[in-house]
């Protein structure tokens, strides 16, 4: 089975702390998501990464950055922390463009509270 | 822009079936996927329709038309543990998905 691991369930920050969010695949899969998750909005994804060292933006990736230095692992980095970046974090990670299944595999998530 | 409208809750009882709506509009398109997201856990795989037409898998069917960019998803023989949200999204490429705001599934007895 597919395992994404995300090292933190639960974060307390305070704002203007610098965070890491740390995310881990095990099946080798080229590439890695970060989504956030709030009531109401469903999932946005914010950065993506279809390679190591490589990064895309998603639709709300202000206030975010990423860093992907081995394929196995993909960092989600709040470099200010703020209040309204409290939230949900999903981590996810699929096949690469081989085969378009559509299918993400998704981490527990991490809860991220700023106060 | 991109959107995804699905209907915020639904309400069953056991053993009945029920159909959630997916209208979607973006900037690219090679499929419609479902996820399950029960409280408090991961988002997990239902199904992914690129083609137009019904797939089943158990209980589960996902059906796509593509021309009139609208998807559901039908769940029978409904069980208590089927309470959960149920989320379409749209592979805009890449594995890029675009997620709805998901629609609350209550199942009851």
């Known amino acids: 089975d597919v395992k994404v691991t995300q090292s933190s369930r639960y974060l307390v920050k305070r704002t203007g702390e610098k965070v890491f969010l740390e995310c881990v695949q095990d099946m080798d899969h080229e590439n890695m998501f970060w989504y956030r998750q709030d009531p109401g909005l469903g999932l946005r994804l914010i950065y993506f990464s279809y390679d190591v060292k490589m990064k895309e933006k998603g639709d709300i990736p202000e206030g975010y950055s990423v860093s992907r230095e081995k394929k196995e692992r993909f960092s989600l980095i709040l470099e200010s922390a703020s209040t309204n970046q409290t939230s949900m974090y999903l981590c996810?990670?699929?096949?690469?463009?081989?085969?378009?299944?559509?299918?993400?595999?998704f981490g527990e998530g991490s809860r991220l509270t700023v106060l | 822009g991109q959107s995804l409208e699905q209907p915020s809750e639904v309400t069953a009882v056991e053993g009945a079936i029920v159909q959630i709506n997916c209208t979607y509009q973006?900037?690219?398109?090679?499929?419609l996927s479902w996820y399950q997201q029960h409280d408090g856990g991961a988002p997990t795989f239902l199904s992914y329709n690129a083609l137009d037409g019904l797939e089943e898998t158990g209980r589960f069917s996902s059906f796509l038309s593509r021309s009139d960019s609208y998807g559901y998803l039908l769940l029978q023989e409904l069980q208590m543990k089927d309470s959960a949200s149920y989320f379409c999204a749209v592979n805009t490429g890449f594995q890029k998905l675009v997620f709805g705001t998901g629609t609350r599934l209550l199942v009851s007895p």
């Open positions: 996810a990670s699929s096949l690469g463009t081989s085969g378009p299944t559509g299918e993400l595999f």
């Open positions: 973006t900037s690219g398109f090679y499929g």
